[in-house]
């Protein structure tokens, strides 16, 4: 398997999209049972919407010159999820490679301009981004997320991204499938206010646990669905394993992810005191290379931390 992604390449930023979910919901007025966008791939006015909303995360990779990841839409797009929103296992194949479809639009509409775009998979977890509960084997999470990775790897998708994993055992699993797969992965955990995962587990040991079960078979790592103020701590504290993160993508607010679950409105925070934190976050992670939001963040956001990270004018 090869991982020459072009993010990694090292010589310039991408942009990847903010919280899909939050927005549609709360700026858009969508309704998403069990938080799940791919539904919205099966009719024509809702993929109006999808088009839209990804539309505004290129205008930020066009204005800045940056790359553009386009982050497949299928945070949910995995069996259990489908089949408690009526989705057969055929009825999700054809989601999935929609999503891949639309994502391939964009591909177009950046090459087209110049601006070199990768197309990525999103896996999300098998249960609650936010606990992981009776977590599964490596062997389990890999047998599982296999369905979801092997549509990706017969699409056109360059990579998968495992997006809000809570858990190394589950991380561990999809870097195995796709490795099987042939097809490159990025992890990337959540942590909560102490900046450990939800297990409890120190996000820098998260990580080496998952190298070093899988032979650092994973493209890179990334953090997201926390604020910096969660997480930054952990990467002060230094360590080899912080040089495998190449990716950000935070939450606007700084509550923790039980008050987010209870919340009823959107915690939208600053966008550019987020900016700063992220410019500041620059200093310690020099090799970062992809840069996108979490819940609660919309293009502002992610235009802000685009600015302050390169230094321009958002």
């Given amino acids: 398997m ?3 992604l072009r993010q990694l390449s090292g010589d310039r930023l991408f942009v990847t999209d903010g919280g899909l979910e939050t927005e549609l919901i709360f700026h858009d007025g969508l309704e998403l049972p069990h938080f799940a966008a791919f539904p919205l791939l099966e009719q024509p006015e809702s993929l109006v919407q999808l088009r839209r909303y990804y539309g505004r995360y290129l205008d930020i990779a066009r204005r800045h010159g940056t790359g553009f990841v ?17 989705y057969s296992p055929t009825r999700l194949e054809a989601a999935n490679r929609a999503a891949v479809l639309l994502a391939e639009e964009f591909r177009m509409h950046a090459t087209d301009e110049g601006l070199p775009a990768v197309v990525s998979g999103c896996v999300g977890p098998r249960g609650d981004g936010y606990d992981p509960g009776a977590a599964m084997t490596p062997e389990e999470a890999q047998r599982y997320h296999a369905v979801q990775i092997g549509i990706f790897a017969d699409s056109t998708a360059d990579q998968v991204t495992a997006i809000t994993m809570s858990n190394a055992n589950e991380a561990i699993g999809i870097v195995r499938a796709a490795t099987a797969a042939d097809i490159p992965a990025a992890i990337s955990f959540t942590v909560e206010l102490d900046g450990r995962l939800p297990t409890g587990q120190p996000l820098g040991a998260a990580i080496e646990q998952t190298d070093a079960a899988t032979e650092s078979a994973a493209a890179y790592f990334m953090v997201n669905c926390a604020h910096p103020t969660h997480f930054a701590p952990a990467l002060e504290s230094g360590g080899p394993w912080v040089r495998r993160i190449a990716g950000l993508r935070a939450n606007a607010s700084t509550r923790s992810h ?9 915690d939208e925070g600053d966008p550019d005191d987020l900016g700063a934190r992220h410019a500041a976050l620059h200093a310690m992670l020099p090799w970062v290379t992809v840069l996108g ?22």
């Fill in 293 to 314: 939001g979490c819940c609660g963040t919309d293009a502002r956001h992610v235009a802000a931390i685009c600015a302050a990270w390169l230094g321009e004018a958002n």
């Fill in 258 to 266: 039980a008050e987010l679950d209870e919340a009823s409105e959107l």
């Fill in 70 to 86: 386009m982050e497949t839409p299928t945070w949910r797009a995995n069996p259990d999820w489908a089949e408690l929103l009526g």
């Fill in 2 to 4: 090869t991982t020459s």
